[in-house]
Each structure stands twice: as structure tokens, then as C-alpha cells.
């Protein structure tokens, strides 16, 4: 059963810093992940999806990158503004998707 | 406007009445996925389709149950038979399995 465990669960931060969301799976053999934020009492929405063949892939502010050999993913988001203020999920895809429980951001003005 | 659309956003029900919750899709998508959320948990897969007329158990079938008879429509019923049915309630498709996954804005189910 594939283990996958976000850190920190919880952060706050003043608006315009850089931060680092942590993603760490069981198994070096995945087959793609994706990032996900979730606002409070909505549905999932798509932010980035990282192929097995690539180390990383930006939209905007946003930058993920994948290490297989050590079963991690990072969320790197550069000058976090308070919209970005929600829970980041992250989603290594294997024989299926599995689910961390997120991180819960709160930028704060 | 593509996307994908569940009704309704809340839900209240009597203990022992069956409920269906409604998933519908226009992206064409093959591949299509019903998960719970409950509060402090990751998403757990309960069906999913790869195909119309044609799904699987996903990890908490029991007390579920789906059908996949259009491409469009995968509606999750939950039983009287499902012990702790109250949840959010997600709705996922891609274009294949193991895809890309685009979610709906899910649905709130209370019972009482």
C-alpha cells in the first residue's frame, strides 16, 4: 500500500514570500503525480502534472519538481499571494492515484 | 464551457433511504472516478470507470454502488447498507485512466 505524506500540514506566511511544499511517497516506480489545491468546501483543482520522464514543470508562479529515486515532489510557489491561501494536495499516480491529506496554506496580508 | 458538473451541492437524508448523486461530464473523457473526503483524510476511491459499461471497485466499495451506462454520466448511489455515509463527496474525470484527473465541485451528503 503506497504511503504518501505531505509536510508541513499546516503553514502561514506574510504575503510575498517564497515557499516550499514537501510530497513523499513509498515507491520509486510512479508512473505521474499531480498537484492539486482544494478551497474550503470545493472541488479539486488541477495545478500542475509531472510526467515519470521530467524532473520539473512551471505554470506561473508555480514550480513542482519530481525525484523518483527519493520519492519526493515539491510545490514551489515564488511570491505567495493571500489568493493562494488553500489546501495543496499532491498525487503520485501509480496503478491509481493515491492521496496525500494536504497541506493547508494561509498567506497572510 | 467544459467541465464537469454534480448535483446537488448538499444533500440531507434519513438513515436507511438510498441517494443518488448525480456526476455529468462534456469533456469527452473516458475515465471517470467517484471519491470520499472526509475532514483530516486524503481522498479514498470508492468506483471507478475506464469505459461505458464497464467499472471497478475502488478501495471502500462496499455499501456503493455506480452504473456507466453514457459517457457523459456516472452516478454513485449510497445504500442503507453504507455504515458512515455522511462525507464530501468528489467526482473526477481524465481522458484515459491514470490521466490527468479534472474534478467537479462536489457534493455534501448529511444523513441523520
Known amino acids: 500500500k503506497q504511503e504518501v505524506t505531505q509536510i508541513p500540514a499546516a503553514l502561514s506566511v506574510p504575503e510575498g514570500e517564497n515557499l516550499v511544499l514537501n510530497c513523499s511517497f513509498t515507491?520509486?516506480?510512479?508512473?505521474?503525480l499531480q498537484w492539486f489545491r482544494q478551497d474550503p468546501g470545493k472541488g479539486l483543482t488541477s495545478l500542475l502534472l509531472?510526467?515519470?520522464?521530467?524532473r520539473e514543470q512551471t505554470s506561473g508562479r508555480l514550480n513542482a519538481s519530481l525525484d523518483k529515486s527519493s520519492g519526493r515532489s515539491t510545490l514551489y510557489i515564488a511570491a505567495s499571494q493571500p489568493g493562494d491561501s488553500a489546501t495543496y494536495l499532491c498525487a503520485p499516480i501509480f496503478n491509481k492515484f493515491y492521496f496525500g491529506s494536504g497541506t493547508k496554506l494561509n498567506v497572510k496580508p | 464551457d467544459g467541465g464537469i458538473t454534480q448535483s446537488p451541492k448538499y444533500l440531507f437524508r434519513k438513515e436507511g433511504q438510498n441517494v443518488t448523486l448525480s456526476c455529468e461530464q462534456n469533456?469527452?473523457?473516458?475515465?471517470m472516478y467517484w471519491y470520499r473526503q472526509d475532514p483530516g483524510q486524503g481522498l479514498r476511491l470508492i468506483y471507478y470507470?475506464?469505459?461505458?459499461?464497464?467499472?471497478q471497485k475502488g478501495d471502500i466499495a462496499e455499501g456503493y454502488s455506480v452504473s456507466r451506462e453514457k459517457k457523459e454520466s456516472f452516478p454513485l448511489t449510497v445504500t442503507s447498507a453504507q455504515k458512515n455515509p455522511t462525507a464530501f463527496y468528489l467526482c473526477?474525470?481524465?481522458?484515459?485512466?491514470?490521466?490527468?484527473?479534472?474534478f467537479g465541485p462536489g457534493t455534501r451528503l448529511t444523513v441523520t
Open positions: 469533456l469527452n473523457h473516458d475515465a
Open positions: 515507491d520509486s516506480a510512479i508512473y505521474n
Open positions: 470507470s475506464q469505459i461505458v459499461n464497464d467499472f
Open positions: 473526477a474525470s481524465s481522458i484515459s485512466d491514470l490521466n490527468e484527473q479534472y
Open positions: 509531472i510526467q515519470s520522464s521530467q
